[in-house]
T-cell receptor, first 112, second 112 residues
Framework: SQTIHQWPATLVQPVGSPLSLECTVE??????LYWYRQAAGRGLQLLFY??????ISSEVPQNLSASRPQDRQFILSSKKLLLSDSGFYLC???????????FGPGTRLTVL | DQQVKQNSPSLSVQEGRISILNCDYT??????FLWYKKYPAEGPTFLIS?????DKNEDGRFTVFLNKSAKHLSLHIVPSQPGDSAVYFC???????????FGTGTRLKVLA
């Protein structure tokens, strides 16, 4: 069966510090991978998606970046965090771009 | 541009009654729609989906209706149970685009 992992579960970082959130998927090959952010009181905002190793599409201009160094690994990064980067970050995967997406447990990021 | 809208941020329903959650979309290219349920500090879990070639899909207590001409879909939960209390997101996608656009969510509270 497929499993998706995210870590860390919670993170408190000062403004201006770097960020690295990791997501890995088990039990499937060549998944489509996604990063979403849920800000307080808001919906799920698609940040990045990837259909293959090294292929990243950005949906929202911001100071975040994503990388996919391996087939089932997706990393969300920032060189300098802003207060507005606080939120709940979710990684998700799907097969062939349709059908349901499966979400990870999420990372609560607080930037102080 | 909010392509998927959930205009009711919250809804309260008595246990045993019907819950109706609504969703509107603007992108006429969407051909697949999904509903997700989300508890606090957890990732969303998939509930039910519908393809644009159908106008209804049923799974146990959950039924999704799609009105393509009105660009409207709704999720019916019958009978509602206290465990259904959560935030519900609808999402739309176009086959082959790999992108899922989510609404802002509706918080359902089922009163015992």
């Amino acid at each position: 069966s497929q499993t998706i992992h995210q870590w860390p579960a919670t993170l408190v970082q000062p403004v201006g510090s770097p960020l690295s959130l990791e997501c890995t998927v088990e039990g499937t090959s060549n998944p489509n991978l996604y990063w979403y952010r849920q800000a307080a009181g808001r919906g799920l905002q698609l940040l990045f998606y990837s259909v293959g190793i090294g292929q990243i599409s950005s949906e929202v201009p911001q100071n975040l970046s994503a990388s996919r160094p391996q087939d089932r690994q997706f990393i969300l990064s920032s060189k300098k965090l802003l207060l507005s980067d606080s939120g709940f970050y979710l990684c998700a995967w799907s097969v062939e771009g349709e059908g349901e997406q499966f979400f990870g447990p999420g990372t609560r990021l607080t930037v102080l | 541009d909010q392509q998927v809208k959930q205009n009711s941020p919250s809804l309260s329903v008595q246990e045993g009654r019907i819950s109706i959650l609504n969703c509107d979309y603007t992108n006429s290219m969407f051909d697949y729609f999904l509903w997700y349920k989300k508890y606090p500090a957890e990732g969303p879990t998939f509930l039910i989906s519908i393809s644009s070639i159908k106008d209804k899909n049923e799974d146990g207590r959950f039924t999704v209706f799609l009105n393509k001409s009105a660009k409207h879909l709704s999720l019916h939960i019958v009978p509602s149970q206290p465990g259904d209390s959560a935030v519900y997101f609808c999402a739309g996608t176009t086959s082959g685009t790999y992108k899922y656009i989510f609404g802002t969510g509706t918080r359902l509270k089922v009163l015992a």
